[in-house]
């Protein structure tokens, strides 16, 4: 019947989607180490699933860059170079500048003139979270508050392709932070905490300060990473 098999499509769909999810989760977690190999039929028996959501998924991570598919080995999690790192800072540089300059040229397509502000205030809150997770070295938590932070500021500049586009690159460079970051002893006063700044230079339409802030950022991640890694 029609309805069964949709019904049954989108279950299978979500289970991937939930296992995907997990995986990403522990990746970000740093229990699923860099190198670290598994086969579909162990994460299946983690889970209590079948094969086919949990290779459908591995796959689906394996495109997102966070998994290496070995035809023969299974998938293993994948390893960043400082010179990735770079190449993700670029491009994420790329994307949020273009963002800007849409709010400069006052091109929001969804949002009227005094909107912007009203529109970054909820992303201001995620902001205010992530803040006080970076000052408390919490990185779990920062992680998951900085993701939904770029996440809604994304979606205020009316363009879903851009904000998944900047959310699978932040993805990936939280992923090379932690597997460098996960093994110092204490991250108080070491992890970016200028959410709130950033909201603030966006709600006034102040974009050189915003791209002067996200520079920084930047310069800030990088130096931590090139620091970490002893390069």
Not at 13 to 33: C, F, H, K, M, W
Not at 82 to 111: C, K, N, Q, S, Y
Not at 162 to 185: A, E, K
Request: charged content about 25%; some cysteine; proline content about 3%.
């Amino acid at each position: 019947m029609p309805g069964s098999s949709g019904s049954g499509a989108v279950t299978r769909s979500t289970l991937r989607q939930q296992i995907a999810d997990a995986l990403r989760d522990e990746v970000l977690a740093g229990r699923l180490q860099p190198g670290q190999e598994f086969t579909v039929k162990e994460i299946a028996e983690q889970y209590g699933v079948s094969a086919t959501p949990v290779r459908e998924a591995l796959v689906d991570l394996s495109a997102q860059g966070l998994l290496d598919a070995d035809q023969h080995r299974g998938f293993k999690v994948h390893e960043y170079s400082v010179d990735d790192f770079r190449g993700m800072i670029e491009a994420r540089t790329l994307v949020t500048d273009g963002m800007f300059h849409t709010l400069a040229d006052g091109r929001l397509a969804r949002l009227g003139p005094d909107e912007p502000r009203a529109a970054l205030a909820g992303v201001r809150r995620r902001g205010e979270e992530a803040q006080r997770a970076a000052l408390a070295g919490d990185l779990t938590v920062l992680i998951g508050y900085d993701l939904r932070f770029w996440r809604e500021l994304g979606s205020v500049f009316g363009n879903p392709y851009l904000t998944d586009f900047l959310h699978r690159l932040r993805v990936q460079t939280w992923v090379c932070v932690v597997q460098r970051l996960r093994g110092l002893p204490d991250l108080r006063g070491r992890l970016w905490a200028e959410h709130t700044a950033l909201v603030d230079a966006l709600s006034r339409r102040d974009v050189d300060s915003a791209r002067a802030i996200v520079a920084s950022y930047n310069a800030h991640a990088l130096a931590l990473i090139e620091r970490t890694s002893g390069e």
